[in-house]
């Protein structure tokens, strides 16, 4: 179990009904039917008409209901499919995919007003002892020769000492690679950008967990993949699972958060990581493990890149670890990839930024990188208490390292409902949506328990949080009466 605490059951549920979407198509001259009957679908989902995870209607069924043929229906379909509008499901359906909206943007805040407990972002503690090292580093480089990290350009992939240090860094989480096959991205999210637009184009299938980090759904959009979530148990993708989906073919790509998952808390054991990385070498399928939350554990466990030499990309970072700010992340790619990954940063962003990566090499050889990650681990361990304490029962699932937890929305309330009442508290939390990779999820908000609160007012704000969860919800539950 790894320390998860009543973590869900596995997520195999009985699809839907479709929706009653019958849309009236006006004929226009020079548009084919798929063309008109495409563009309703992106529409009426744009529209709020079609809502995510809505099931559409069987191409049979809305063939007849409109008089089209059923070929011109499934042409429609995969053509909103490959535009990342909708997401067929072997055996369940065709779905309206959950994508990155403004509205999502905004369950998250960019900023903590002072009169907000803001739980929204996950993020790493930030103690004196951060601002006490920013600090110290600062002073460091203001006062010495800095030309050997200002001056260069190139190399793209990172300057190789800033990759050796990389190297020590890695060989922390079991990842043995040469500095070759490293490169110095800003943070994890590019690596896994990086990290994607290598092997994946517009249309292929990638998989991940049914719930997981909001930035993978919204680089589906960006690159017009198409992102299928497979089922999870305390320690995320069921491997049957994973082999069904693969079976079925037209899988490209895995990427999975194996340690810490977010929003969930999950850990794969060593066991489910080798079922995972067997499975991805029998299907020929690659694997990008991001494992920025990698080091907040000291368990040995294996690294699922190290068994797929050929297939595997690895990515961490010091964001969520170390500094928030130290937006500095290592790439590992396959031997193979090494050119076509540094070719790829050159034309995204010519290359990691040098001066934050000689601020995370010199913290890595000289241990306030050890030191600060230390400090995560005792203030994440002394948070969960906290949330225990005054949330338990609550609690649907989380980790005693992890910064953020996963908590059951009680029956008689909405997601929607909870979220606008804990707001109208000055209480920010962020709902299931933005995590929703696939149908059968939800029901459920993430709590985080990193940044700047201290614990007196993650006391209040938590007390705040449950307070709210047992209170009835209005009579009228649809916000301001205006």
Not at 48 to 59: A, F, N, S, Y
Not at 86 to 95: A, D, N, V, W, Y
Not at 208 to 231: A, M, Q, R, W
Request: glycine share 8%; hydrophobic share 40%.
């Amino acid at each position: 179990m790894h320390g998860q605490v009543n973590a869900p059951a596995p997520t195999q549920t009985s699809p839907p009904k479709p929706v009653a979407w019958r849309p009236t198509l006006t004929k226009q001259k020079g548009k084919t039917k798929h063309a008109a009957l495409t563009e309703r679908i992106i529409t009426d989902i744009d529209a709020g008409v079609l809502k995510p995870l809505d099931r559409m209607p069987t191409h049979r069924d809305l063939a007849r209901d409109l008089g089209l043929s059923v070929q011109t229906v499934s042409l429609s379909y995969q053509e909103a499919e490959r535009l990342g509008y909708l997401s067929g499901e072997i055996g369940r359906g065709t779905f309206v995919k959950a994508r990155v909206t403004d509205r999502a943007g905004r369950m998250m805040l960019d900023h903590s007003p002072n009169e907000v407990l803001d739980l929204s972002i996950i993020r790493g503690v930030y103690l004196d002892a951060h601002e006490n090292a920013s600090r110290e580093i600062l002073r460091e480089l203001a006062d010495g020769e800095n030309a050997s990290f200002m001056r260069p350009c190139r190399p793209i992939a990172g300057l190789a000492r800033h990759r050796e240090a990389a190297q020590v860094w890695l060989r922390m989480m079991g990842v043995t690679a040469g500095a070759d096959r490293i490169l110095v991205t800003n943070g994890a999210a590019h690596g896994i950008f990086l990290a994607l637009s290598c092997i994946v184009r517009s249309g292929d299938v990638v998989l991940c967990e049914n719930l997981t980090d909001h930035g993978i759904i919204g680089l589906s959009s960006v690159l017009g993949f198409n992102l299928k979530g497979l089922p999870t148990d305390e320690e995320g993708i069921l491997p049957d699972a994973l082999e069904a989906a693969c079976a079925a073919g037209s899988v490209r790509a895995l990427v999975l958060i194996p340690t810490l998952n977010n929003p969930t808390g999950h850990v794969a054991g060593a066991t489910r990581r080798h079922d995972i990385a067997v499975i991805a070498r029998r299907y020929g399928i690659f694997v990008i493990e991001d494992e920025v939350y990698r080091p907040m554990i000291e368990e040995d466990l294996p690294s699922i890149t190290e068994m797929l030499p050929d297939l595997g990309f690895f990515i961490t970072s010091f964001t969520k670890t170390v500094l928030t700010g130290l937006r500095v992340g290592y790439l590992v790619v396959p031997p193979a990839y090494s050119i076509r990954a540094a070719s790829i940063l050159r034309v995204s962003s010519w290359s990691g930024t040098y001066l934050t990566g000689e601020i995370a090499t010199r913290w890595v050889e000289n241990g306030t990188a050890a030191r600060l990650l230390s400090i995560q681990r005792e203030e994440a361990r002394a948070r969960q208490t906290i949330a225990m304490g005054i949330l338990g029962d609550h609690i649907a699932s989380s980790h005693p390292l992890s910064l953020c937890a996963w908590l059951k929305v009680p029956p008689h309330w909405t997601e929607e409902g909870l979220v606008r009442a804990l707001t109208n508290q000055n209480v920010a939390v962020t709902p299931s949506e933005p995590f929703i990779a696939g149908p059968g999820q939800g029901g459920g908000i993430r709590i985080c328990l990193g940044g700047r609160l201290n614990h007196t007012s993650l006391k209040q704000a938590l007390s705040t949080v449950r307070q709210t969860f047992v209170q009835l919800p209005p009579v009228y539950d649809a916000g301001p009466i205006v």
